[in-house]
């Protein structure tokens, strides 16, 4: 069965601006540092992050397809009233404010036009279905090549997806090409809405180590010398056969040292070494810390001081989740548990409050015990990590908003900007690595080296920013980074003295004055023909 001739797909993200001011909550965002570092102000990377479902279904479908990233209401209206057979609109529960007035623009402006809602949000259920002509919760390709009559078997695709992160206004070395590993988490935890929502089932895209490797090289086909790549999987490496195989396929390749980002589990990350995650070429690991006494069975393993350590030691930067609003949390074992993590040094943190996400067991369970804050939920812009959401037996709602920010604030304050953070891990693992017995590892260690060279410039500028005894870390290592990469050259000492200062100033300012902080809009088309080719 093929799609009848000249039908037409529009798939897009919900529209900007984004913002507590524009209504949003304050989890909400384009950019997937904002709930890492919010708290950094000028020190956050800054970067857009792309509505990647969207992208990945129009390059693995045969129908003529047009993606919008970011639309204003107005650019959104103006692409449907180029007549469409098909709108699909991605959103999540914290976003569905935003996609009712689109829906409610397509029935206005092309009425003929068919909808189809898609992403986490359609976990929603049944008060979503007015919305649509369609919905879709199962994995979007074959949900989409079933819809349009077309053959469900065929291959995945990888699509052309990179991403570059700007600090200051100043681009940082080489985009970033995402690899799409998998879908969906066999772990089950029962607050985790992309677990859920694939019934606990892990779907692979990429199901070897090889196949991993080729869509590197592809990507690298495309974009000659990238060589920073994020794996999207929710728990990456937890198949120990697929990740050891992946090892096998770098450690035959002859790729450069890489560098790979990825989320992963104590579980998962117990079963390797940290000299074999450098050579894989991973030196970036998101990880939930959760809570100590949670129990979740994806923490069983090494414990997470043991990886800590050996992960700075080898350069890795890791990126701690820790969850605030455990039924056995008071404000004081939040702290003790708080301390804990800040004493292994994690280089990110991300503190989230538990969340009965739409369609998990920790909602159902809530919800039987009759916790739930109705009146909060009916304005669902509150999913969004942020917001007490249930009666808690020890902590009232605004008293742990209040916790939250704090941790933000003070993890920040005693541990130092991240970006830092990670070039002292980059340093560490640069002095501890470069004299490895296997080549591949000293190849990591000289990147470690020239990549916590870039930091040198920026520091004597930095310093000003952060409080005392911030200040004396980062002189410590400034001297550290001088000893190993050697003095600022004359050219380097006047960018540190003239141009940085001025834009460290600039990036504040922006923020302060809310200027530039909205998402860059982006459109792309799929077999389209004449003037609307891919762009």
């Known amino acids: 069965m093929t799609n009848p001739p000249n039908k037409t797909l529009l798939l897009s993200s919900v529209c900007k601006p984004f913002g507590t001011k524009y209504s949003d909550g304050f989890g909400v965002s384009c950019e997937g540092s904002h709930q890492i570092m919010w708290a950094q102000g000028v020190f956050r990377p800054r970067a857009t992050t792309t509505q990647w479902g969207t992208d990945f279904i129009a390059e693995n479908l045969k129908i003529p397809t047009t993606s919008l990233h970011y639309p204003t209401m107005s650019q959104f209206i103006a692409e449907i009233k180029q007549g469409y057979d098909y709108v699909g609109i991605a959103f999540v529960a914290s976003t569905m404010h935003k996609m009712i007035p689109m829906v409610e623009a397509v029935r206005k402006h092309a009425p003929s036009t068919q909808i189809i809602l898609g992403g986490y949000g359609t976990a929603l259920g049944d008060e979503i279905k007015k919305y649509a002509d369609y919905v879709c919760r199962e994995e979007g390709v074959s949900f989409m090549r079933k819809l349009l009559g077309e053959k469900v078997e065929a291959p995945i695709v990888q699509p052309d997806i ?59 086909g495309k974009h000659p010398g990238m060589d920073k790549f994020w794996i999207n999987d929710e728990d990456f490496l937890l198949n120990e056969e697929r990740g050891r195989g992946f090892l096998e396929a770098i450690r035959k390749s002859e790729l450069p040292p890489l560098s790979i980002s990825i989320f992963s589990s104590v579980k998962a990350l117990s079963k390797y070494s940290a000299e074999e995650l450098v050579e894989m070429g991973v030196d970036w690991i998101w990880v939930g810390y959760e809570g100590k006494r949670s129990g979740f069975p994806k923490q069983q393993g090494k414990s997470y001081r043991e990886l800590f350590r050996d992960f700075h030691q080898h350069g890795i930067s890791v990126l701690a989740s820790m969850i605030l609003g455990f039924d056995y949390h008071t404000p004081q074992i939040i702290e003790e548990e708080f301390e804990e993590l800040l004493s292994l040094r994690p280089s990110m943190c991300q503190f989230l409050i538990y969340g009965p996400s739409p369609d998990t067991p920790l909602q159902k369970r809530l ?103 911030t200040q004396a870390w980062m002189d410590s290592l400034e001297q550290r980074l001088a000893v190993e990469n050697g003095p600022l050259t004359l050219k380097e000492k006047f960018l540190a003295r003239t141009v940085i200062p001025a834009l460290i100033r600039y990036a504040d300012f922006k923020l302060r004055h809310d200027i530039g902080q909205q998402p860059e809009f982006t459109r792309k088309t799929f077999r389209r023909s004449g003037s609307d080719r891919k762009r």
């Open 162 to 220: 990179t991403q570059r992160q700007t600090l200051f206004s100043i681009p940082l070395r080489g985009a970033t090409g995402y690899v799409f590993a998998g879908l969906g988490c066999p772990n089950g935890c029962d607050f985790c809405a992309t677990s859920h929502y694939f019934k606990q089932k892990h779907i692979q895209f990429l199901p070897d180590g090889p196949s991993i490797l080729s869509a590197i090289e592809g990507l690298r």
């Open 367 to 469: 919800k039987a015990e009759g916790r739930l804050i109705p009146e909060l939920f009916m304005d669902r812009r509150k999913y969004d990590g942020f917001t007490l959401g249930f009666e808690h037996p020890h902590i009232g709602q605004q008293e742990m908003s209040l916790i939250q920010r704090r941790l933000y604030q003070e993890e920040f304050q005693r541990l130092g900007p991240s970006v830092f953070r990670v070039a002292e891990d980059w340093l560490t693992g640069y002095v501890h690595l470069k004299d490895h017995a296997q080549p591949r590892v000293r190849a990591k260690a000289q990147r470690y080296k020239t990549d916590s060279h870039g930091a040198m410039t920026l520091l004597p500028q930095c310093k000003k920013y952060v409080n005392q005894k």
